[in-house]
């Protein structure tokens, strides 16, 4: 069984998505001790933006980290993603990486009766922080709902969410809201909601 584990946020060692992913991750290696584990960080090694030259493939160094980056998504039977809320969505590192696995005939297809997701079978963590406080519900979400949204058209059905919210309200909200999360963190022997 193989677990990708990514992280999005820019504030290294300081940050609450890091501390948080790291922590499920380590649940799920405590529980399947021969999960073979992959860890990328987009902070630190960002993928391109994706523009008519990648699209072209005319960069073949480019083409082929690309496509390895959707093989890495394509073998990981679970993937656990760091996501802090920068200016009401997710990083633009983390979209970067999401412009590669989103592609049509290999994570989704269109047929005569509408987008298909065939990237199904997987399990998705999603591990986020945020600033303010938006719950599950808030128009002004388009981080969480967002990458609901792509997982879902990608055929994932297993997602949960493991949230630090309203960690810059005060110091003691962040210590309250972190706590609050890893105490949150699922069993992975429990199915997902
Ligand atoms: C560039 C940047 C943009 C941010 N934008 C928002 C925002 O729109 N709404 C919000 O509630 N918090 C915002 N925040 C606060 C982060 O969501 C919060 O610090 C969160 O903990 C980040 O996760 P991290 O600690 O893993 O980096 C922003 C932080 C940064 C650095």
Do not use: C
């Not at 980290?65 to 200016?87: C, K, R, W």
């Not at 298909?116 to 406080?133: D, F, N, T, Y």
Request: proline content about 5%.
């Amino acid at each position: 069984m193989k677990l990708l584990h990514l992280d999005s946020s820019a504030l290294g060692t300081n940050s609450v998505t890091r501390e948080l992913s790291a922590a499920v991750v380590a649940r799920w290696q405590e529980a399947l001790p021969e999960l073979a584990v992959q860890y990328r960080d987009l902070d630190t090694e960002p993928l391109p933006h994706l523009t008519a030259r990648s699209l072209a493939k005319a960069d073949p160094a480019e083409a082929e980290a690309s496509e390895a980056t959707m093989q890495q998504f394509l073998d990981a039977d679970v993937v656990v993603i760091g996501t802090p809320f920068y200016n009401f969505g997710i990083p633009s590192t983390l979209k970067a990486w999401i412009d590669r696995i989103a592609v049509a005939g290999r994570t989704f297809r269109y047929t005569e009766a509408g987008p298909e997701g065939l990237a199904g079978g997987k399990r998705v963590v999603i591990v986020s922080g945020r600033g303010g406080q938006y719950g599950d519900t808030s128009p002004a979400d388009f981080q969480e709902a967002y990458l609901r949204q792509v997982f879902g058209f990608l055929g994932v059905t297993e997602l949960e969410i493991v949230r630090a919210e309203g960690v810059a309200y005060s110091p003691q909200h962040r210590t309250d809201a972190v706590a609050a999360a890893h105490a949150s963190i699922r069993s992975p022997l429990a199915k997902a909601a």
